[in-house]
């Protein structure tokens, strides 16, 4: 069945380090890729999306390129702030009427 | 605009009792879903509904009702409390053909 694998957390770093979060999924026809955050007593969010392959998704300096052919969207960003601390979620979506697979989440932990 | 609104935002429930958990949207979304977060395990879907009079089951829909009279709400009903549904739970949202999520501040339910 479809799913979705990232990397488990807690992932810690110190301010101004690189990041790399890894999502794999499997999944019937082609997805719609997202990554969602989700800060401390907060609803998700939507961070970034990839509607095709080869497409990238960014957003406040984060990005992810949705590769078909390794069927994986990894989240990078290349200079990580505290504010950025948060779980953040791999997502896809393949039905007509939104039904989305969530990957099990990462938290991110970023220390000044 | 005040999206998706969740309430209560914190409860307590013993063994057995019964609660409603209430959503409203106020953006004319048709679809709306109601997810269960349990820690490390991502968020699973419960019910979800394409439009008003019509709802269907998610994931994990054992335990729950929902009714959808109106586009704008969505509760989700907990008939006889278990500790089993002790979790997070979000409400969500999307407009028709579109693909960004917008979710609720979460229920913090404590089954005891």
């Known amino acids: 069945g479809d799913s979705v694998t990232q990397m488990e957390g807690p992932v810690t770093l110190s301010e101004e380090a690189f990041l790399t979060i890894n999502c794999t999924y499997t999944?019937?026809?082609?997805?719609?890729l997202f990554w969602y955050v989700q800060y401390p007593g907060e609803g998700l969010q939507l961070l970034l999306k990839a509607t095709k392959a080869d497409d990238k998704g960014s957003n406040k300096g984060f990005e992810a390129t949705y590769r078909k052919e390794t069927t994986s969207f990894h989240l990078e960003k290349g200079s990580v702030q505290v504010s950025d601390s948060a779980v953040y979620f791999c997502?896809?979506?393949?039905?007509?009427?939104?039904?989305?697979?969530f990957g099990a989440g990462t938290q991110v932990v970023v220390t000044p | 605009n005040a999206g998706v609104t969740q309430t209560p935002k914190f409860r307590i429930l013993k063994i057995g009792q019964s609660m409603t958990l209430q959503c409203t949207q106020d953006?004319?979304?048709?679809?709306m879903y109601w997810y269960r977060q349990d820690p490390g395990m991502g968020l699973k879907l419960i019910y979800y509904s394409v439009g008003a009079g019509i709802t269907d089951k998610g994931e994990v829909p054992n335990g729950y009702n929902v009714s959808r009279s109106t586009t704008e709400d969505f509760p989700l009903r907990l008939e006889l409390a278990a500790p089993s549904q002790t979790s997070v739970y979000f409400c969500?949202?999307?407009?028709?053909?579109?693909?960004?999520?917008?979710f609720g501040s979460g229920t913090q339910l404590s089954v005891l």
């Open positions: 969500a949202s999307i407009g028709t053909g579109g693909e960004k999520l917008f």
């Open positions: 997502a896809h979506s393949t039905d007509s009427w939104g039904k989305f697979q």
């Open positions: 999944a019937t026809g082609y997805p719609s």
């Open positions: 953006m004319n979304h048709n679809y």
